[in-house]
């Protein structure tokens, strides 16, 4: 079986700012780290890895400094790295994210099962999994709780969804998210990481893609536009009430109301 | 170059008419997202002067479809289909992709549910068209374009996205974010019955089971806590604080030496050396607010605190300061809303 995990780098904090005469994200001097929900993406494929003899490939659409989380994801069980580094992939929305990496799925070859994580916690829209599936005509289930069961050509997953837990048996070639509650990611091997130091990196650009037209990538491909960040108006909205218990309760019921929790 | 000019090509808004609400969904049961959803639709489509349409796929759900007119849609769109009883994302997505090409709508709303979450990327991407996830705030252009802000960055960034070149629009929204409009049981609307090749319908997906979710297990998970402090003098007078989470579906959760007297269990702890907590609404019952207490709840998004003492240091984070008496004011309180219930019930059935 092969599997291909998609990770992605992002900034360790998201405590981010906002440059005031740019209105960009300050990016300088941030750390990055692989994004926390694709570390169980990666364990995932690790825990099959050692039930079925599996392959894994991880891949990422980044910069160049990317490879860093790849080399990383070698310490935890993956066996072979691959960079999607383009100027022109730059700007990319999920439309043209997904389609990166579709393409790069591709060029990797055999895929018999995707995994990627629930979200980012930096652009965290949760939809690059579904639309790399949709790319690539394959079915695919989102919000994975529990990998059940792994059979030749099919697996079987629980989903879940808004008001139930669905149990699903998922044919392949597909695509799967997944939650935090999958596993519990282990920790970096230093014997791997030393052993691995120096394993090459696979580096695809656009041109090295089936589709080369640049108008599908990066901020061309893109469909949507980001006009502008802003900081969130702050909650700092206090107010201190005083009275009757019954107007206090009165008061408190109101503010119940009006947040929905009712 | 060619390519260019033929790719970015401007398009004909014009041609794209309505603003679409995807009506979510489990076995015919209408999710509350879809009523908020069609509130937001209706003040847009006013605003452009567009229609409100509701795509509605499913089984056995033909008769359902006259709710969503008196919720604010002008015509129901319904696909009733035996490979729809189960959400299954390949026949979905064929029969939105059906929709759409009959349709062609301007803007498509679908509920920031795991269904929502994955269907509605599914489909855009099949338009090659673009998707704002999780908006908190929409408004529309003269244009037909629609202003979307999102949360990014977990909360710490805002960003204003529009989809300039593209039709359909795609937004997902979570629930209880918009609100809905009041039920209007005379408003008029059509319905009609679509049909599909069931050929489109085909799936490499077979539900096994499906079962109701269990309950939040862990306080961290919870959406809404009520937290009970040392102002609570016996371990009987939890009781009240139990009913309160009751009538507000929430959990309940405690300060240390409440644990430390055996009453409630060390897995309910907010604070440093207990859990961190982050619910849309913390109300805490006779805290005082400790700095290892804060620090394990301080991001909570709504603090309503109530305690006797004016100067507890717990009003310094809260947004709502109640200076009261617990023992009086949430009985008083549990009334009101047992009150407020009953209102709502009637409303809805
Ligand atoms: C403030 C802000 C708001 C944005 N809002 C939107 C929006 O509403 N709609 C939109 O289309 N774009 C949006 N974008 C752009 C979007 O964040 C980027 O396109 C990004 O490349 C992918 O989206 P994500 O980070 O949300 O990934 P998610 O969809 O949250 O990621 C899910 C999973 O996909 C995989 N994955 C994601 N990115 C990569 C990658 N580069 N390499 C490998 N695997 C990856 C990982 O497994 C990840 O766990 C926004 C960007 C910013 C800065
Ligand atoms: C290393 C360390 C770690 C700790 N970690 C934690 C931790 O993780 N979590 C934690 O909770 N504590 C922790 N503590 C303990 C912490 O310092 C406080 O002692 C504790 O948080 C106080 O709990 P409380 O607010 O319930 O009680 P108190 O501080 O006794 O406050 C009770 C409050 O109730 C009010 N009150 C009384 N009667 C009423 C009434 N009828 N109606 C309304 N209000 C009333 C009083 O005005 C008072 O403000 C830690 C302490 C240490 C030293």
Redesign the interface.
């Known amino acids: 079986m092969d599997i291909t995990v998609c990770i992605k780098q992002v900034p360790s904090t998201s405590e981010v700012e906002i440059d005031q005469e740019t209105g960009n994200l300050k990016r300088d001097g941030v750390d990055a780290k692989i994004n926390p929900y694709d570390l169980f993406a990666i364990e995932g494929a690790v825990q099959i890895k050692e039930q079925t003899g599996a392959t894994i490939n991880v891949v990422t659409m980044g910069p160049n400094q990317a490879a860093d989380i790849l080399h990383e994801a070698f310490t935890l069980g993956a066996d072979h790295g691959y960079l999607i580094t383009d100027r022109k992939c730059a700007g990319a929305d999920v439309l043209a994210t997904a389609k990166a990496l579709s393409e790069g799925i591709k060029k990797i070859g055999k895929a018999d099962l995707i995994i990627c994580g629930k979200q980012t916690t930096d652009g965290d829209t949760a939809q690059v999994g579904a639309e790399i599936a949709e790319l690539l005509d394959i079915p695919h289930a989102n919000n994975i709780l529990a990998i059940k069961e792994i059979k030749k050509e099919s697996l079987v997953v629980d989903v879940d969804m808004p008001t139930m837990i669905q149990t699903i048996e998922i044919k392949l070639p597909c695509l799967i998210s997944v939650d935090k509650d999958l596993n519990q990611p282990r920790l970096p091997s230093y014997k791997v990481k030393k052993a691995t130091k120096n394993k090459e990196i696979t580096a695809y650009g656009v041109c090295d893609f089936e589709d080369s037209n640049e108008m599908h990538y990066g901020m061309n491909g893109s469909a949507t536009q980001v006009i502008r960040i802003f900081p969130p108006t702050s909650n700092s909205n206090t107010e201190s009430w005083e009275g009757t218990s019954d107007e206090l309760a009165t008061k408190i019921a109101d503010k119940i109301v009006e947040l929905k929790i009712l | 170059t060619y390519?260019?000019d033929e790719?970015?090509e401007e398009i004909d808004k014009s041609l794209w008419n309505g603003v679409v609400v995807y009506v979510?969904h489990?076995y015919g049961k209408i999710?509350p997202v879809t009523f908020e959803l069609l509130g937001k639709a209706r003040e847009l489509a006013e605003e452009i002067n567009h229609e409100v349409i509701c795509l509605f796929a499913g089984y056995n759900i033909a008769d359902k479809g006259g709710e969503l007119i008196q919720f604010g849609a002008d015509r129901v769109y319904i696909y009733d289909e035996k490979e729809l009883e189960?959400?299954?994302?390949?026949p979905y997505?064929a029969v939105f992709e059906d929709f759409i090409k009959h349709q062609k709508p301007s803007v498509v709303l679908v509920g920031g549910?795991?269904?929502g979450?994955?269907?509605?990327?599914?489909v855009?991407?099949?338009f090659?068209?673009?998707?704002?996830?999780?908006c908190t705030s929409l408004s529309i252009d003269e244009n037909t374009d629609l202003a979307q802000i999102r949360?990014?960055?977990?909360?710490?960034?805002?960003?204003?996205?529009?989809?300039?070149?593209?039709r359909p629009q795609f937004a997902t929204v979570r629930y209880?974010i918009f609100s809905a409009m009041e039920k209007d049981e005379r408003r008029a609307g059509t319905i009609e019955i679509c049909s599909i090749s069931k050929e489109l319908l085909k799936?490499?997906?077979?539900?096994?089971?499906?079962?109701?979710?269990p309950k939040a297990k862990y306080i961290e998970d919870a959406?809404?806590l009520v937290v009970a402090g040392k102002g609570i003098q016996k371990e009987e007078d939890l009781a009240i604080i139990y009913e309160l989470a009751d009538q507000?579906?929430a959990m309940v959760a405690s300060t240390r030496p409440l644990i430390e007297a055996g009453w409630t269990d060390p897995k309910v702890q907010i604070g440093l050396s207990g859990r961190t907590v982050k619910p849309?609404?913390i109300?805490t019952c006779g805290v005082s607010g400790s700095v290892q207490f804060i620090a394990g709840m301080k991001n909570s998004?709504?603090i309503?605190a109530?305690n006797t003492d004016?100067n507890a240091p717990i009003?310094n984070i809260?947004?709502?300061?109640?200076?009261?008496?617990i023992y009086?004011?949430?009985p008083?309180?549990l009334?009101?809303?047992k009150l407020?219930?009953r209102e709502?019930i009637e409303v809805f059935v």
């Open positions: 390519v260019e790719e970015r979510e489990t999710h189960d959400y299954r994302v390949e997505a549910t795991t269904v979450r994955s269907l509605a990327p599914r855009a991407a099949r090659r068209t673009g998707l704002t996830a999780d949360p990014a960055f977990g909360g710490n960034i805002m960003a204003h996205i529009k989809t300039r070149d593209k209880k799936s490499g997906i077979t539900v096994l089971e499906s079962k109701e979710k959406e809404v507000l579906g849309k609404l109300i998004e709504q309503i109530i004016p009003f809260a947004n709502y300061s109640v200076v009261g008496d009086e004011v949430i008083k309180l009334e009101k809303l407020e219930k709502k």
